[in-house]
């Protein structure tokens, strides 16, 4: 069973916005760190964003820039990645992740959970 399962991607034009979903388990939901990373072709994976309970307590890789946002429901048990005026370079397989902490999400090495991943493509 596959403990993070992401949805959403998809071919989206430059300037548009996508929305990316990851569900998990009620244990997991409740006990980890959810976030975001991404790999770009020929790139490593790297971190995107995440968010511990609330609004307040939320990380954002440096080249976000105010772009995207990253929520929580906890009747859904589910974590979404908002992205807005999107570019070329954000095309990349999008990773849901959960980690122990809201530092420890930043290190890849450190997650201890990973969904399948979610194409988005951003091209006109």
């Known amino acids: 069973q596959v403990p993070l399962v992401a949805s959403g991607g998809g071919l989206v034009q430059p300037g548009g916005s996508v929305r990316l979903s990851c569900a998990t388990s009620g244990h997991i939901y409740g006990t980890y760190v959810m976030g975001w990373f991404r790999q770009a072709p020929g790139k490593e994976r790297e971190f995107v964003a995440a968010?511990?309970?609330?609004?307040?307590?939320?990380a954002y890789g440096d080249f976000v820039k105010g772009r995207f946002t990253i929520s929580r429901d906890g009747a859904k048990n589910t974590v979404y990645l908002q992205m807005t005026n999107l570019k070329p370079e954000d095309t990349a397989v999008y990773y849901c992740?959960?980690?122990?902490?809201?530092?420890?999400?930043?290190?890849?090495?450190?997650?201890?959970?990973w969904g399948q991943g979610t194409q988005v493509t951003v091209s006109s």
């Open positions: 968010m511990r309970w609330s609004a307040g307590n939320t």
């Open positions: 992740a959960a980690a122990p902490t809201i530092e420890s999400i930043r290190i890849e090495a450190q997650v201890t959970y």
